[in-house]
């Protein structure tokens, strides 16, 4: 999110505190919303590794 918005959406309610707490309950949404994605697209990259090399492992292993 631009530091352009954050600070307008932070000095928004200055004058009201409820639209200042709404400012920043949309901020922390926003930013969680950003960090939850990252952590998935780690996890989802780190599973595919691992099923990739258990794919190797199982393709290398004698045939019983």
């Known amino acids: 999110m631009d530091s352009k918005i954050k600070q307008s959406l932070l000095t928004l309610g200055a004058d ?6 709404e400012a920043l309950m949309k901020l922390v949404r926003e930013v969680l919303e950003e960090v ?29």
Do not use: H, I, Y
């Open 36 to 64: 939850f994605e990252a952590r998935f697209k780690v996890d989802d990259e780190t599973l595919q590794a691992r099923r990739l090399e258990c794919n190797k492992k199982r393709d290398r292993s004698p045939l019983k």
């Open 16 to 21: 009201n505190p409820k639209l200042g707490t």
